[in-house]
């Protein structure tokens, strides 16, 4: 089979543009797949087969953290994997992980995400609800 550079560099670009986000478990990745597999039909490929294997999924859920005295101060946050969906009052704060114990239990903990860093962000999230916040 002779491969055109051109032509494949189309493909990719195409499908890129269709399914740019394709997380695992998603509908878009199902989608993606089902693409991908009729495209190696088109150009000739035999026994092409989608695969299914289990995966642990997550979908990022906004979430709307309203000031009981500031109602017009809305925070914009996401919810974490495993996060339950809830109505919680309680008083906010923000997760000091160089003095994580420090006036957080029973509190929101809010942390500094830092979007290059999920190993940092993990042990944020994870040491906050370990020193008693009652979300982060």
Known sequence: MQI?????KKIIEE???LFPDRI???????LAAEWIAGKLKEIGI?????????VIGWHCNKVDVVLVDKPELVIHCI???YT??????SKIKLFDPLNPGKDIKGKIALINWNGDD???NKIQYISALEYGAVAT
């Open 4 to 8: 055109n550079i051109s032509k494949g």
């Open 118 to 120: 999920i190993t940092e």
């Open 15 to 17: 499908f890129c543009g």
């Open 84 to 89: 339950r969906s809830s109505n919680i009052t």
């Open 79 to 81: 919810a974490m994997p």
């Open 24 to 30: 695992a478990g998603s509908l878009n990745e199902n």
């Open 46 to 54: 035999e026994n092409v087969q989608i695969e299914q294997f289990p």
